[in-house]
């Protein structure tokens, strides 16, 4: 109890200091992901002594926060917008992640002496792409929504079979021909069961009576935690049992769905800040310095290997267009889950594991520096940004909710053809609207002769049922301007 004090405190201020470094990591173009890394390195040995070095603790705890962080991505990703996307996503989260362990194995058993089985289990721990990184980066980037949504699909499942093959690995089991089935049993199960919890909390939520506003999402993120310990219990993936039920849960005409999607996101937001802080406070410099050149080897591999290889494999049914592919290669973000999954031998008293984590460290901290500082300017080089793009924002508005409504903004960019069209010249389905349109910082309610301009911001009131129709028009008079029916676009 004396500690308790000083123990809430110092996580209060460290908090504090997380929400204030994301707008810091906006303003300076650094991920805020580092950002928490160093805020636990310098509350560790290195800085202020605090000792810790419990990895168990650290992976059971990190595999918590990856269950809110992927609940999160699952409520707030819309069916709509990934569905184009989910056969290469799906290809992409099982074929490149199997194509990724052997080629990184290969590599890093050829190029680091490693025996098979440890090369196989770096492979694995760097197999997964980072669901928190993939969610906050590329969803603001300005990227079509296609490859976005082909990212999401991938990062909220491909962190289930990267799991399996770290513990077959890790636990020295014997890889022979029931292996393959043991894994799409593990699949197909957390699966089955995401969508039960998914349909049936939907189902339940709609008909419940709860006595406060406030517990709806409480018990929407309680449905999405129980479907994965359902999957652990059923000895299936619990991690693609979370993401499936987030899933059918955020697309569903659940009550109050604005509020649960806010708490949702801040609830994303503390476990992504926790995850790092920790993680950094896990990790020891010294060591991490030890680890460079193996680290810098083994992210080169996968960079420039092991990831456009099993980019290349997984988009060949699909007629992926080569600049589609250059940035689904460049764009495979790691974060923290190499790091929690590395955890994994080290807990299991794997001869070899430090020297893995620490050069996990490595990789996962020059990786994002690479590639979140060029995978914008990369996506104009490929001509694959957006001028204009839509995205739904939070409010708390219960007129909205009783209408079906919801809001988008849009911004238009330089260049977009979307400059010198007259309001009325839009021609949005009926059932969306021009509600606010700001220019040079003043807002005002425009009218039909009212003629955009570059750099406008609209907000658009509309209905569910004529969000995606509303959408594909505002990106075809964006792609083609006022006459782009005519000219054939149908901004898809």
Not at 74 to 93: F, H
Not at 151 to 175: H, M, R
Not at 270 to 299: D, H, K, T, W, Y
Not at 407 to 435: C, D, F, W
């Amino acid at each position: 109890m004396e500690q308790l004090p000083l123990i809430l405190g110092t996580g209060g201020a460290v908090l504090l200091v997380a929400v204030i470094a994301v707008r810091v990591s906006i303003r300076v173009g650094l991920p805020s992901l580092l950002l928490y890394l160093g805020m636990g390195v310098l509350l560790g040995e290195a800085g202020f002594g605090i000792q810790y070095d419990n990895p168990e603790l650290t992976q059971s705890l990190g595999l918590a926060a990856l269950v809110m962080i992927l609940s999160e991505g699952g409520l707030t990703t819309r069916w709509t917008a990934v569905k184009p996307s989910l056969g290469i996503g799906i290809a992409l989260s099982t074929v490149a992640v199997a194509v990724s362990i052997a080629v990184t194995g290969a590599a890093l058993h050829w190029l680091l002496g490693l025996d098979w089985r440890m090369a196989l289990l770096w492979g694995a721990v760097l197999a997964s792409t980072d669901a928190a990184a993939v969610f906050s980066v590329l969803r603001s980037a300005g990227i079509g929504k296609r490859l976005v949504g082909a990212l999401e699909i991938e990062s909220g499942i491909n962190d289930a079979p990267a799991y399996i093959a770290v513990v077959v690995l890790a636990e020295g089991a014997t890889i022979d021909w029931s292996l393959p089935l043991l894994v799409v049993y593990e699949l197909a199960a957390g699966l089955v069961i995401g969508l039960a919890f998914g349909w049936g909390g939907a189902f339940a939520l709609r008909r419940a009576a709860l006595p406060a506003t406030g517990l709806y999402p409480l018990a929407t993120v309680a449905v999405c935690v129980v479907a994965y310990s359902s999957g652990q219990l059923a000895h299936a993936s619990g991690l693609l049992a979370t993401y499936v039920a987030a899933l059918v849960l955020g697309n569903s005409k659940l009550p109050h769905r604005s509020d649960t999607l806010s708490f949702a996101e801040g609830l994303g937001w503390l476990a992504q800040i926790g995850l790092f802080v920790l993680l950094g406070l896990f990790a020891s410099p010294s060591r991490i310095f030890e680890s460079l050149v193996q680290g810098l080897v083994a992210g080169a591999v996968v960079l420039l290997l092991a990831r456009p290889l099993s980019v290349f494999l997984s988009a060949l049914p699909f007629k992926i267009p080569w600049r589609e592919q250059v940035f689904l290669s460049w764009a495979g973000l790691r974060g923290a889950v190499p790091i929690v999954l590395a955890l994994i031998p080290l807990s299991s008293g794997v001869p070899g594991a430090q020297e893995l984590v620490d050069a996990v460290f490595v990789l996962v901290i020059v990786l994002t520096l690479l590639q979140g500082a060029t995978l914008t300017p990369l996506a104009r080089a490929l001509g694959l940004a957006q001028h204009a793009e839509a995205h739904e924002i939070d409010v708390d508005s219960a007129p909205l909710d009783e209408m079906g409504a919801e809001l988008l903004q849009v911004r238009i960019n330089t260049g977009s053809k979307m400059h010198g069209v007259y309001l009325a010249e839009l021609r949005l389905p009926v059932g969306a609207t021009i509600s606010l349109l700001v220019r040079d910082g003043t807002g005002f309610t425009p009218n039909k002769n009212t003629r955009l301009q570059e750099r406008d911001q609209l907000l658009v009131v509309t209905t569910a049922e004529v969000r995606d129709a509303a959408e594909r028009r505002l990106r075809a008079v964006d792609r083609a301007g006022r006459l782009a029916r005519w000219k054939g676009e149908s901004g898809q």
